[in-house]
């Protein structure tokens, strides 16, 4: 029995099962973005505590979620119909180079929230405002790319995982 053969048609079948998930997925990322760019128009004296904490809460766990999903299943199955496309592999390298960097920012900006959203008014308000502006705008940008270069792409894997030989029972 061919084992790699059977692991990569798991990944690709993986990968087809869960794109609704992913847009999805999408869509509560793009609601956070309006929700963290109601907040930067919020700064300084117009904070509601409430949407602060909410935002945290929903930033970190969301985007690691998105990003463990593209990068452990999406991105490997995509990887595996393109492997012949240098532009495309750069693409997914740099997507995933992305993700590490919105990681971080979304840790601090998480941070600060939960500080702002328990009462603290002592931060650089300035600052923070560009900090999230920073943030959304990049999220937009990478979701947009993704929606755009990925859509004929995922058409492509998901008429993979049809071609794929079915098992045989005996
Ligand atoms: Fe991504």
Known sequence: MDHNATRQAARIRAGERSIAWWKEAHRLQLALCDDLEAIADSLPSNIVNQDCLFAAKSLGRLIRDV??????TLFPALRQVFQASGEFTLALDRLTFEH???????????????????????????????????????????????????????????????????????
């Open 67 to 72: 990003h463990a999903y593209e990068e452990e």
């Open 100 to 170: 590490l960097a919105d990681e971080c920012y979304a840790d601090d900006i998480a941070e600060k929230l939960v500080y702002i959203g328990s009462g603290g008014r002592d931060v650089n308000m300035e600052a923070l405002g560009y900090m999230l502006r920073g943030f959304f705008d990049a999220l937009r940008r990478h979701i947009a790319f993704e929606r755009d270069h990925f859509s004929s792409a995922i058409d492509t894997l998901v008429g993979a995982v049809d071609r794929q030989p079915k098992p045989v029972l005996k």
